[in-house]
């Protein structure tokens, strides 16, 4: 990691690193659709024990400090809030054509 002494430095790295970001949260999102879409049940789109399994694992990844950990687990819970309303709009959408199939 930069060591930066201004702050035109730090807003650099952060700007740098959101362009890096967005297009992955873009695509955890276009997953997140699929399942959306494989789902069969518009009970399981909130799955409380993959949600508690996804906070686990990133919080496994944190090397730091506790501040950082929470820091994370947050940022998360929150994202996968988001996630999931994505997800019902996509499964009630999908469902909605299925039925006007039959
Ligand atoms: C994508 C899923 O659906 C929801 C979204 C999750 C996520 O954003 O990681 C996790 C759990 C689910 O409630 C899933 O069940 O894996």
Known sequence: M???TTMQDVRQEIDRLDKQL???LLERLAYVAQAGTI???RDTVIDEWRIEDVVKKVKFNVTSGHSES???????RYLITLSIEHEF??????NKN???RL
């Not at 929470?70 to 998360?76: F, G, P």
């Open 89 to 94: 709009k996509i499964w009630d959408q999908h």
């Open 39 to 41: 789902k069969e049940s």
């Open 22 to 24: 967005v297009p992955l």
């Open 70 to 76: 929470e820091y994370i687990e947050k940022l998360y």
């Open 98 to 100: 299925l039925e006007k």
């Open 2 to 4: 930069k060591s930066c």
